[in-house]
């Protein structure tokens, strides 16, 4: 019987993808991390988003993208941070210079920052209503989305941590780059300002090996009302859905199926008793 449970966890884990065990892009520090008290250097950033329909609105339809605009140049530009995908790259990875995103301009909705939800996660407030509402920025699984009717907490009060300033990141050193870390300080007004501290956001972008198999089409600016006119430069594929709940409860489910059957024959095969001699 423990071999064959043995054998069952060694299947399960295996099945699991990648994606399941992959670093978060957004993570709060803990005490005992690496990074804990490494020296920060802070600069001025932004929350923004493409107004493809110019209303002055962040939209869900059309399916509008937002970014960390880690520059603060107000456009799209390399090194910035998707909050949602776009054009065939995935919410979470860092623009790239020939991403068809690259130079739009970006809305600047006011204060947009990041907020604690009710149930003590993590929400950007894209509409300045101080109320987790479909649109806001979540973080399930550390993966940035758009909220929907589905999102919990949708309706909740966002609160903004004290020692948080808006705009405000921080990185390890002043060049950044695609895979640069960032980080949201969340007690920039006491003595761990200026380093990394528990408490801290960090903000690590999604591996750069979703940007290497790439598409090539035109459709992508078309979505969004664009006019890029020649074919459109390589799409990085999106990354995979992180796992919910229900995806473990159903693995957990299935598991203890196939414990029950092998429990079940094994039962049988007592009941029944040693196989009787036909020559007997």
């Known amino acids: 019987m423990r071999t ?103 809305a ?39 909220a ?8 909740g009060r966002l609160a903004r941590v004290e020692g948080s300033q808006v705009g405000m990141l921080s990185s390890l050193h002043r060049e950044h780059d695609a895979d640069t870390v960032l980080y949201a300080e969340m007690d920039s007004f006491t003595t761990g300002a200026g380093r990394v501290s528990a408490g801290d956001l960090r903000l690590t972008p999604a591996a750069a090996a979703a940007g290497a198999a790439t598409t090539t089409g035109t459709a992508a600016s078309g979505a969004m009302g664009g006019s890029d006119g020649a074919a459109a430069p390589a799409a990085a594929t999106s990354a995979p859905p992180a796992w919910r709940t229900l995806d473990w409860l159903l693995v957990g489910v299935g598991v203890l199926n196939l414990v029950g059957l092998v429990a079940v024959a094994r039962m049988v095969n007592h009941l029944r008793g040693p196989p009787r001699n036909p020559f007997k």
Request: aromatic content about 8%.
């Open 108 to 146: 600047m909705p006011n204060n947009a920052w990041f907020l604690r939800t009710t149930d003590g996660s993590w929400a950007i407030d894209m509409d300045a209503s101080s109320t987790l509402t479909a649109g806001d920025i979540v973080f399930p699984a550390g993966t940035p989305a758009k």
């Open 148 to 155: 929907d009717a589905a999102t919990p907490g949708l309706g």
């Open 4 to 106: 064959v449970l043995l054998l069952l966890a060694v299947v399960c884990l295996l099945a699991l993808p990648a994606h399941a065990l992959a670093t978060p892009v957004l993570a709060q520090v803990k005490a005992g991390d690496a990074d804990i008290n490494a020296t920060l250097e802070n600069f001025q950033a932004g929350i923004g988003y493409y107004d493809g329909n110019v209303n002055g609105h962040f939209d869900t339809v059309p399916d509008e993208p937002a970014y960390i605009d880690v520059d603060n140049s107000h456009s799209v530009s390399y090194g910035d941070l998707r909050l949602t995908a776009f054009a065939g790259h995935a919410s979470g990875v860092s623009v790239l210079l020939a991403d068809i995103d690259m130079g739009r301009p970006l």
